[in-house]
């Protein structure tokens, strides 16, 4: 089984942080540019909360608001549900797939931040090991 270990470790771009101080106008301008769905935010190096495209949408866009006047600590989630290194990716899938999130914080034991992992990064991980037992298995067969 692949862990989130391994997908961490295969990832190219560089983490993007916003502060809970910053304007949603900041947040989303980073989130275009790095082409990204999620920024995590972080006060005094800890996870503080989460802003998602989904935010913009729900929380600005929809209800009016300006986003170079709201804070992110405003509209961000709070209350951040997070994996760890060990959890394998079919765990992550279930978890994401149950609360209906599109990216997960990786923290360690210590609630240090590690990275971030999208359903597009899990979905892709457990594609290529199904591929891998597909293959081994046609091996098999036609040995």
């Given at each position: 089984?692949?862990?989130?270990?391994?997908?961490?470790?295969?990832?190219?771009?560089?983490?993007?942080?916003?502060?809970?101080?910053?304007?949603?106008?900041?947040?989303?301008?980073?989130?275009?540019?790095?082409?990204?769905?999620?920024?995590?935010?972080?006060?005094?190096?800890?996870?503080?909360?989460?802003?998602?495209?989904?935010d913009?949408?729900?929380?600005?866009?929809?209800?009016?608001?300006?986003?170079?006047e709201?804070?992110?600590?405003?509209?961000?989630?709070?209350?951040?549900?997070?994996?760890?290194?060990?959890?394998?990716?079919?765990?992550?899938?279930?978890?994401?797939?149950?609360?209906?999130?599109?990216?997960?914080?990786?923290?360690?034991?210590?609630?240090?931040?590690?990275?971030?992992?999208?359903?597009?990064?899990?979905?892709k991980?457990?594609?290529?090991?199904?591929?891998?037992?597909?293959?081994?298995l046609?091996?098999?067969?036609?040995?």
């Amino acid at each position: 089984m692949i862990k989130i270990k391994q997908i961490l470790d295969q990832k190219t771009k560089p983490l993007t942080t916003v502060a809970p101080g910053d304007t949603v106008q900041h947040a989303m301008q980073l989130m275009c540019d790095r082409d990204i769905g999620a920024v995590m935010v972080v006060d005094g190096g800890k996870l503080a909360g989460i802003f998602t495209e989904r935010d913009c949408l729900h929380k600005i866009s929809v209800a009016g608001r300006n986003p170079r006047e709201v804070l992110v600590s405003e509209v961000m989630t709070g209350k951040v549900r997070f994996i760890t290194l060990d959890f394998e990716v079919s765990q992550g899938l279930a978890l994401m797939t149950e609360r209906y999130f599109r990216h997960l914080p990786v923290l360690d034991e210590q609630q240090n931040i590690l990275g971030i992992v999208s359903i597009g990064d899990l979905v892709k991980a457990k594609m290529a090991d199904q591929g891998f037992i597909i293959e081994q298995l046609e091996h098999y067969i036609s040995s």
